[in-house]
């Protein structure tokens, strides 16, 4: 089962989107919780561990995947 860290809106404001690899993108924002966090998986920390280095994951709360509390994005189509 995958962890993960929980950030506020101004650490990802300050984590920003980065590109780590040819069409791989790191999006803080793409996980914002009904509480206002943002997740960031254990995995992405250890793999963009210097990059991600603004925050200090290892203050910040861990969850696990069944404690994910995702907040609905509505789905807008053009037409």
Not at 12 to 40: R, W
Not at 59 to 76: F, G, M, N, S, Y
């Amino acid at each position: 089962m995958e962890n993960f860290y929980k950030i506020t809106k101004a650490q990802a404001s300050l984590l920003g989107k980065i590109m780590y690899a040819a069409n791989h993108q790191f999006d803080p924002f793409c996980s914002e919780q009904k509480d206002g966090t943002y997740l960031v998986s254990e995995k992405m920390v250890l793999l963009l561990k210097t990059t991600l280095s603004k925050v200090d994951f290892t203050k910040r709360p861990k969850i696990t995947e069944a404690e994910k509390d995702t907040k609905e994005t509505p789905i807008v189509t053009k037409g």
